[in-house]
């Protein structure tokens, strides 16, 4: 009866995991857990998962270890410790419990067949949801509102839009007015979020062996159009770039050489902006990337103050108190009265861990696929494909190794991936 009752979580893990965090919208309402909710519930699922096995160390996981043990170290040259190993533990006992359970879970391949399909209903739910949603709000009398709460007619169910200004230019020449573009949340607390699930769906889906064609090129359709509608425009990146990457994993060195390669460049890019900062920006301004000014002025002042972390960091979870807020008078007056923290997973493990912490991140990946003799198997290459698509989402993002469910999902297809 017990083996029954793990075995139902292991299939339905990451639904669950995405589930606590769900916005309700109801009535003009918002119903969710709250933070100590969340957290209870998440670490009630991995308490649960978890058995003897799940304690067994692999030594294809090596570098996941060392990771966590840096993250962890940071913590003891925090200023505020106690806050620091508290967040450190609130994210890696979870973490590690469900990395560690599928690490070591046998049959591994077809528990991961069985978490994606419901993972990928999951998201049609989701989309469908969203859909529905916002056609009855757009033929309703009061139209679409955004940062508003919608109250449909469809059983006063609702969510929450966000606009995206101004996509195509200053103005729309034959209106004479400014376009607003709305995306939905749906249920997530933002439309980012959102975009991010739908982009894990579309390419579960690419890798899934067991669907028929007709079905895969449907869901390709309603995952497509639905990514494009949340005009997420770094996931939208993302998707276009993963054909090439697949491509590339055909050589499994080349493969390797381009996800270390692809953090420097990443830091390459941001000295560059900094450098050249107007002349750059008349660039973005064109294809219009949305309001990267303002976290670059955050990633210059990072990058200009790397003297104060590159060694030591300023301790796991604190870049935000630790650091931000005491460069805060340095930053310009737009960021008054914001809730900030360095929105690059890359830099603000460079900031809280230093740059051995950085350096075991860019090569967490890379040492899992090289221990891994089984890489070129599709179902094998679809879990580091899904770890790259939440590493990407991240240099533009701070979700991972935060109180996140992706942080989970990522503890999920990692223990895959180092599964033997």
Partial sequence: MIKEIKKIFLNFLPVLIFSIFLNIYYDGNTFKLSN?????????????????????????????????????????LSDDFLSSVKRFFIVFLPFLMIFQTYLNIKRVEDVKESFEKYFIYFVIFLVIYALTIFLFDFFSSDGIRSHEISKSNFFKLGQFYYTRKDLFGSSNALLNQQIDIYRPSSLLSNTIGFSHLVLLAIYMNYFNENSSRFKKLILYFLFIITLFWTFSRISILIFMLVPFLIFLAKNKRYFIIFLIVKVFLFFLLIILQIENQSENFVFLDIINLGKFIDRFEIYKLTLLSFEDYFFNGVGFGQGSENFIMKKYSSLPSFYENQNLAIPSVPLTILVETGFLGLLFYIFLIPLVIKNNKNFYKKSVLSIFMILIIIQLTQYFDISLFRFHPLTFIFAIYLGIGCNK
């Fill in 36 to 76: 100590i909710q969340s957290v209870i519930a998440v670490f009630a699922i991995s308490l649960i998962i978890l058995d003897k096995a799940s304690f067994k160390i692999n030594k294809n996981a090596f570098a996941v270890y060392l990771f966590i043990t840096v993250c962890f170290i940071s913590c003891f």
